[in-house]
């Protein structure tokens, strides 16, 4: 079935650092794709999307783009924060039966950035 | 005010006790989801609802059931609690764009 893996973490790195997260998709079309963010004590919530291949979703300094050829939606910011220490979550839907689509998420990716 | 507010923020229980977790929305959005969160494991998918009369098994139901008592409201309930169920749980909407929006989460925990 559809689904997504994402990068295993935690990720560690020094403000000012570029960051990759690496998610890759199997898919049997052209899903949307998401990135979520889980901040500490709190639920998870939309950063960046992409509807269709070719797409590049922005939020926040981040970015991603839905890449067919590899199959790939990577999370990259150029200069983390502290503040963008977080849980990452890769995710698209997946088919669940009966004509409904549910969300599957990757197991999350944790960044933590030091000053 | 929170679109999507969960109560309790946290409860500890004893094995074998009946509890219920509450979620209610101002989205307006017809579609509702129960998930668990483990470390290493990520979000899975206990139940779900399309609205009010439809109720689907997710990835994990086992243990769970579930009451959509209004469009605004859904319930999750463990009819007698077990350790492995300890973990925090997420209630959550989505839109027609499949985007979904977090409730703040619960923290579970069964001794």
């Known amino acids: 079935g559809d689904s997504v893996t994402q990068m295993e973490g935690p990720v560690t790195l020094s403000e000012e650092a570029f960051l990759t997260i690496n998610c890759t998709y199997t898919?049997?079309?052209?899903?949307?794709l998401f990135w979520y963010v889980q901040y500490p004590g709190e639920g998870l919530q939309l950063l960046l999307k992409a509807t269709k291949a070719d797409d590049k979703g922005s939020n926040k300094g981040f970015e991603a783009t839905y890449r067919k050829e590899t199959t790939s939606f990577h999370l990259e910011k150029g200069s983390v924060q502290v503040s963008d220490s977080a849980v990452y979550f890769c995710a698209l839907p997946a088919y669940s039966g009966a004509g409904s689509y549910q969300l599957t998420f990757g197991k999350g990716t944790k960044l933590s950035v030091i000053p | 005010d929170a679109d999507v507010t969960q109560t309790p923020r946290n409860r500890i229980t004893k094995t074998g006790k009946r509890i219920m977790l509450e979620c209610s929305q101002t989205k307006g959005h017809d579609r509702m989801y129960w998930y668990r969160q483990d470390p290493g494991l990520g979000l899975r998918l206990i139940y779900y609802s399309f609205d009010v009369k439809d109720i689907n098994k997710g990835e994990i139901s086992d243990g769970y059931s579930v009451s959509r008592q209004a469009q605004a409201k859904f319930s999750l309930s463990l009819e007698s609690a077990i350790p492995n169920q300890t973990a925090l749980y997420f209630c959550a909407t989505r839109d027609s764009y499949n985007e979904q929006f977090f409730g703040p989460g619960t923290r579970l925990t069964v001794l």
């Open positions: 898919a049997t079309g052209y899903p949307s």
